[in-house]
């Protein structure tokens, strides 16, 4: 990835970039909608990156490209920070940096000349976002010899996401990105926020399967989801669902209406697994750990409502193949990505037997992405 940042950033720009930084995309290992109910979850940072090429321009002159998108962007760094529209808008993900930048008083860099690369895909529910931002905010950070620590740039993404760009993700996929590090899962105590490793087994092998399926109400049904959670916690008498217990709830149930008991059951249990899953993979008993996984599905399914017919097969497909410990829906669900956690054993022939076997019942094929843990967001190259 680094050579063909480099060949694109001396193509369009004639020069070499001064400044390189790369983030990983992530994955959801388990913890599903734990993170808004001060839950914990489990990520991995994976073996696919966001790269970012930088030299600095003295002309004050801001010049944004990437190998994915057409054109070059070019804005004066003395106007105003605004949110750009069509072809344009991926430039938001940087820009939002710079504009978190000022609005947390640490200097950003005036002129520039920039170049992203990757092979993370775009969205496949494995966060280039949060790639990009991260990849994006070491090298402005370095072309001003500006410092930051991991948790402070961690936030500073997730900040550029929900105030400029406008998308209100919680801590999950900066934090992996940020954290990440090879042969490990992240895990996070979304309530501190409170960050840290835990190490899985060498040989453990991802494999995404994108339906690129999307529910058209889904903005409505995160909400629904929100406020239903929400509510629950307020009829079990705690402020976020992190503080009841499976006791709690079973003595509330009479009071709770029958959707925020099975919203609150979901949440609870699925909090419980993040443990389970913790102490089993501090075990290396990934058998244990695929239960886990496959019975997060069956909760999100059953419970929590956001699976659907594309994800149910997937996950029951994958259960069957030789090599699978587990496998479940990752991310928000209503759509999206099914993930299965598997040995050596399930290959490319094996992928593609899922493949084949969802186009026969739905009439298209899921992108198939095979990944493995990576390291999180570094500075590949300094200025200095
Ligand atoms: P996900 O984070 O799951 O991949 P999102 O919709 O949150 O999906 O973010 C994808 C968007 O991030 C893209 O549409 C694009 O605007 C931006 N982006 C990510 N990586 C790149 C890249 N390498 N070059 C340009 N834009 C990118
Ligand atoms: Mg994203």
Same mark, same amino acid.
């Given at each position: 990835?680094?050579?063909?940042?480099?060949?694109?950033?001396?193509?369009?720009?004639?020069?070499?970039?001064?400044?390189?930084?790369?983030?990983?995309?992530?994955?959801?290992?388990?913890?599903?909608?734990?993170?808004?109910?001060?839950?914990?979850?489990?990520?991995?940072?994976?073996?696919?990156?966001?790269?970012?090429?930088?030299?600095?321009?003295?002309?004050?002159?801001?010049?944004?490209?990437?190998?994915?998108?057409?054109?070059?962007?070019?804005?004066?760094?003395?106007?105003?920070?605004?949110?750009?529209?069509?072809?344009?808008?991926?430039?938001?993900?940087?820009?939002?940096?710079?504009?978190?930048?000022?609005? /947390?008083? &640490?200097?950003?860099?005036?002129?520039?000349?920039?170049? =992203?690369?990757?092979?993370?895909?775009?969205?496949?529910?494995?966060?280039?976002?949060?790639?990009?931002?991260?990849?994006?905010?070491?090298?402005?950070?370095? +072309?001003?010899?500006?410092?930051?620590?991991?948790?402070?740039?961690?936030?500073?993404?997730?900040? =550029?996401?929900?105030?400029?760009?406008?998308?209100?993700?919680?801590?999950?996929?900066?934090?992996?990105?940020?954290?990440?590090?090879?042969?490990?899962?992240?895990?996070?105590?979304?309530?501190?926020? *409170?960050?840290?490793?835990?190490?899985?087994?060498?040989?453990?092998?991802?494999?995404?399967?994108? /339906?690129?399926?999307?529910?058209?109400?889904?903005?409505?049904?995160?909400?629904? *989801?929100?406020?239903?959670?929400?509510?629950?916690?307020?009829?079990?008498?705690?402020?976020?669902?992190?503080?009841?217990?499976?006791?709690?709830?079973? +003595?509330?149930?009479?009071?709770?209406?029958?959707?925020?008991?099975?919203?609150?059951?979901?949440?609870?249990?699925?909090?419980? *697994?993040?443990?389970? =899953? &913790?102490?089993?993979?501090?075990?290396? @008993?990934?058998?244990?750990?695929?239960?886990?996984?496959?019975?997060?599905?069956?909760?999100?399914? /059953?419970?929590?409502?956001?699976?659907?017919?594309?994800? @149910?097969?997937?996950?029951?497909?994958?259960? =069957?193949?030789?090599?699978?410990?587990?496998?479940?829906?990752?991310?928000?669900?209503?759509?999206?990505? +099914?993930?299965?956690?598997?040995?050596?054993?399930?290959?490319?022939?094996?992928?593609?037997?899922?493949?084949?076997?969802?186009?026969?019942?739905?009439?298209?094929?899921?992108?198939?992405?095979?990944?493995?843990?990576?390291?999180? +967001?570094?500075?590949?190259?300094?200025?200095?």
């Amino acid at each position: 990835m680094m050579e063909k940042l480099v060949t694109r950033f001396r193509a369009v720009f004639g020069r070499e970039p001064d400044i390189i930084a790369r983030a990983p995309g992530r994955i959801e290992f388990i913890g599903n909608h734990t993170d808004y109910n001060g839950g914990p979850v489990l990520g991995a940072a994976i073996d696919r990156s966001v790269w970012v090429g930088l030299s600095v321009r003295t002309d004050g002159v801001r010049r944004f490209a990437s190998e994915v998108k057409p054109g070059v962007v070019a804005l004066e760094a003395s106007g105003p920070l605004e949110r750009l529209s069509g072809q344009k808008s991926w430039v938001n993900y940087p820009l939002g940096v710079l504009a978190a930048m000022r609005d /947390t008083g &640490v200097l950003a860099p005036a002129g520039f000349d920039y170049m =992203a690369a990757s092979d993370v895909p775009l969205g496949a529910g494995l966060s280039s976002s949060a790639a990009i931002e991260l990849s994006s905010a070491l090298a402005f950070l370095e +072309a001003t010899g500006a410092s930051m620590d991991r948790e402070s740039l961690v936030k500073l993404g997730r900040k =550029a996401e929900n105030e400029f760009v406008g998308v209100p993700c919680g801590i999950l996929d900066q934090g992996v990105s940020g954290y990440g590090r090879k042969d490990h899962l992240v895990f996070i105590d979304c309530r501190g926020p *409170r960050f840290d490793t835990v190490p899985l087994p060498a040989g453990s092998n991802f494999w995404i399967f994108n /339906t690129h399926t999307k529910h058209a109400l889904i903005d409505g049904l995160y909400a629904a *989801r929100h406020q239903e959670c929400m509510e629950a916690a307020k009829v079990i008498g705690v402020t976020l669902l992190v503080d009841a217990t499976p006791e709690m709830l079973a +003595a509330a149930e009479q009071k709770l209406s029958r959707t925020a008991f099975k919203r609150a059951r979901h949440v609870i249990d699925e909090i419980g *697994r993040v443990s389970g =899953a &913790v102490s089993a993979l501090r075990a290396g @008993d990934l058998g244990s750990v695929g239960k886990l996984l496959l019975a997060s599905h069956r909760s999100s399914r /059953t419970w929590f409502e956001n699976s659907c017919p594309e994800l @149910d097969f997937l996950v029951d497909s994958l259960e =069957a193949e030789a090599g699978v410990y587990g496998a479940r829906l990752t991310g928000g669900g209503f759509g999206g990505a +099914a993930m299965a956690l598997t040995s050596e054993a399930f290959g490319e022939e094996s992928g593609q037997r899922i493949s084949d076997a969802y186009l026969a019942k739905f009439g298209s094929r899921p992108e198939v992405i095979h990944a493995r843990t990576g390291d999180g +967001a570094a500075l590949v190259k300094g200025s200095r």
